[in-house]
């Protein structure tokens, strides 16, 4: 059976396959009130096309709340006293977080083979890395980060301080991510000899690697809060995969000048190999390589 989260990305999808079993309908007015707070929350801009999926996603959460209507939950969701929380559990609910071990091999093929060696290289005299997953969804990416740099440093990784964080908005995504236990769906694409080293099997589910595991910490952190992002100082590496197509121009920008003031001057920055920041007139150039959606500072 294909995972209900796979059917909700894709495009090829119809609205009709996916509507929901609950009777509680959303109009035209009440899509446009919830997707204007979503995006002055989180920057996500749901287009006219998409009143299905938030449709689908809330109207459960509507009835398990006792109301009767959207208008209801709007205002529940807008005012008083659970506003936070609620925020939070939509956010859990309506983010697609599709996601995979080695997802794009060749972009981060790229990475390791042409990036990876002269950061290490660069960095020989500190020994500090510091890598940023910053939609890092269920973890695959920044643990696909920590098993290629531990691939290449070798034994010399006893001697570097490795940190990689994983940050996104959904709490629910980050408590899979921290306790690194994953459906074969996660790991389809790898190759027999990766998850025998890193994974070990234990009836459907593969368990990372303990050593692997530890190299990575994830928080949550909403892209749209730059003052908070802050606090996690500079990278040298930032991967920014498939999210901003959730964004419109304007929360693009934002969020790409943020990286820019939190990436080293020598970093490196890589996005969606379905995005692009073209038109986005930011201090960033791409990599002249086709299979590395990768970006330098200007
Ligand atoms: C499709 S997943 C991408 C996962 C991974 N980067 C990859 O490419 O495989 C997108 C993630 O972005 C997160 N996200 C959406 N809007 C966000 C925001 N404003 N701030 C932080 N994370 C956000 C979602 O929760 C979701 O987990």
Not at 28 to 42: G, S
Not at 99 to 114: A, G, I, K, V
Not at 184 to 210: A, C, E, W
């Amino acid at each position: 059976m294909i995972p209900f989260h796979i059917l909700i990305e894709s495009d090829s999808m119809t609205p009709t396959s996916l509507t929901s079993a609950s009777k509680i309908k959303m109009s035209d007015a009440q899509f446009d009130q919830l997707r204007k707070v979503i995006y002055q929350r989180a920057g996500i801009h749901f287009l006219d096309s998409k009143k299905y999926v938030l449709e689908s996603r809330l109207s459960r959460r509507v009835e398990e709340l006792e109301f009767d209507n959207f208008d209801q939950y709007i205002m529940y969701l807008t005012t008083g006293p659970y506003q936070m929380d609620e925020f939070q559990e939509m956010f859990n609910r309506i983010t697609i977080n599709e996601t995979s071990f080695f997802r794009n091999e060749p972009q981060l093929l790229y990475f390791e083979q042409e990036i990876l060696p002269k950061l290490i290289e660069a960095r020989q005299a500190k020994k500090t890395l510091r890598i940023w997953s910053s939609a890092s969804s269920t973890g695959e990416e920044a643990y696909t980060l920590a098993i290629q740099l531990t691939r290449s440093l070798g034994v010399r990784a006893l001697d570097w301080k490795i940190e990689i964080l994983g940050t996104d908005i959904s709490e629910k995504v980050l408590l899979q991510a921290q306790e690194a236990k994953y459906p074969h769906y996660s790991v389809r694409t790898l190759s027999p000899m990766i998850l025998q080293r890193y994974f070990k099997q234990d009836g459907n589910f593969y368990h990372l690697d303990p050593a692997i595991k530890s190299m990575c910490r994830f928080e949550k952190l909403n892209l749209k809060d730059r003052l908070s992002a802050k606090r996690f100082g500079t990278f040298d590496v930032i991967f920014c995969r498939n999210v901003l197509i959730y964004f419109d121009d304007d929360m693009r920008k934002s969020v790409i000048n943020m990286f820019h003031d939190q990436l080293a001057k020598d970093g490196c920055l890589f996005i969606g190999h379905s995005e692009s920041l073209r038109n986005l007139n930011v201090k960033f150039e791409q990599i002249a390589a086709p299979q590395a959606f990768a970006y330098t500072k200007l």
